[in-house]
């Protein structure tokens, strides 16, 4: 039987997030749907990450198993011609043994801000829109305090699959200012937050960047942020910031690096 792995972007503010829902449009559904009809047989999908509604991905990764007469590689033009709001952006055979979550070693999400764009409607579903301009050089003070192992409960929204523990290894950190440009060609300006790690808690990046985002306006201090991981108290960490400005940007296999 072989054992596929496609990588897949989508815009997250088109679905009722990833895990397959009766009477909902989810990510999963979608493709297990259009993959049937390109492979010939059910395709049941393994994703990487169970993305909320309204979180978007540029490289979420899923896995499926079967027999099929289509070529593995052409697969992702096939199913694309089909598909709206997702695209698989390559489809790879792996041994039989691999999975899209359990083999998975780490995560990169990037979190996106935009400062006052003059026109909002492309941008609202898809971005944390701010008012004014965060000091960034707090933002990175305080993004470099949560970077290592620590029990990172402070940022646990409540609601999710409960975990074993709680204790997350931040990899690497980044904060950039960037021109983007929105769906209509409108240029804004962005504070982009990326973080890797080798897993992460329900909302557990959301709340991060929303305690940046006070970080950002002084409402909580940089130096603030280590007691703030120490209580494990998530009444001290700031709100959780809306979904639209998340994106799974990267998912990776074997040993972290």
């Known amino acids: 039987m072989t054992n596929i792995l496609l990588k897949i972007a989508y815009d997250g503010s088109k679905f009722h ?86 083999s998975a070693g780490g995560k990169t999400y990037l979190y996106r801000f935009a400062i006052k764009p003059k026109i909002t409607v492309f941008l609202r579903d898809h971005v944390y829109l701010l008012a004014k301009r965060p000091n960034v050089d707090n933002m990175l003070e305080a993004v470099k305090y949560m970077e290592g192992t620590h029990d990172f409960a402070c940022f646990q929204a409540a609601g999710g699959t409960p975990r074993e523990t709680t204790v997350r290894t931040i990899l690497e950190t980044s904060i950039e200012e960037r021109v983007r440009t929105d769906s209509a060609g409108n240029e804004y300006e962005a504070v982009e937050v990326s973080v890797k790690g080798d897993g992460f808690l329900y909302n557990m990046v959301r709340i991060i960047a929303g305690t940046l985002a006070d970080v950002g306006f002084s409402k909580i201090m940089p130096e603030e942020i280590k007691k703030i991981i120490a209580s494990k108290d998530r009444s001290l960490a700031g709100p959780t910031a809306p979904p639209g400005g998340l994106y799974l940007k990267e998912v990776y296999f074997g040993k972290r690096t």
Do not use: M, Y
């Open 17 to 102: 997030g990833w895990q397959r829902q009766p009477g909902q449009r989810t990510v999963q559904g979608e493709l297990e749907e259009v993959l049937e009809k390109v492979c010939g047989v059910p395709a049941a999908l393994e994703g990487s990450s169970r993305t909320d509604a309204g979180v978007h991905a540029l490289g979420q990764c899923a896995t499926f198993r079967g027999e099929f007469g289509i070529p593995v590689k052409k697969i992702p033009l096939a199913a694309n011609n089909l598909l709206k709001d997702a695209e698989i952006l390559s489809a790879e055979e792996k041994p039989e043994d691999f999975h899209a979550r359990f």
